[in-house]
């Protein structure tokens, strides 16, 4: 499984070290739709993000985890999206399209879909969801430059 990281949310949501090894050793990961990588932020700016992209006029947004804590989210973006991912405060992770098949179950215990499959898009444009988790960055720190 290739990474390409900027600052260090935790992993994907779904994507447990037991779902990176059973990747590495040729077992079928455990989320996603084939051939898509998963973009990982933190759950607030996440959420943020989503309103944005549902609010916005032809954006849409595709299938999205969440960890079962509330730390972070997980978008499913089209294939190659880790390779040039760049974002700061987010986690992009190629999967390799091996074998993942997405459902309405809950993807790895202690996850869920926050827009399960089926209800969303195949995946989120990378540019669309780039400039959504800015606009949610800077809505974020204006909010919290008013206390």
Do not use: Y
Not at 8 to 24: I, K, L
Not at 30 to 43: E, I, S
Not at 87 to 103: A, F, H, I, K, N
């Amino acid at each position: 499984m290739v990474t390409s990281q900027s600052n260090d949310p935790p992993a994907p949501p779904g994507v447990s070290a037991a779902g990176r090894a059973a990747t590495a050793g040729g077992g079928a990961p455990p989320l996603a739709p084939p051939g898509c990588d998963v973009v990982t932020v933190p759950a607030r700016q996440g959420l943020e993000a989503v309103d944005i992209l549902r609010r916005g006029a032809g954006d849409a947004v595709g299938p999205v985890l969440h960890d079962g804590g509330g730390d972070t989210l997980g978008f499913l973006v089209p294939p190659g999206t880790a390779a040039a991912w760049d974002v700061p405060g987010s986690t992009c992770t190629e999967t390799d399209g091996r074998g993942l098949r997405p459902s309405p179950e809950p993807p790895v215990e202690g996850s869920d879909w926050l827009l399960p499959p089926g209800d969303a898009d195949p995946a989120t444009d990378p540019a669309v969801l780039r400039a959504a988790l800015d606009e949610a960055q800077r809505l974020i720190e204006a909010a919290d430059s008013c206390r």
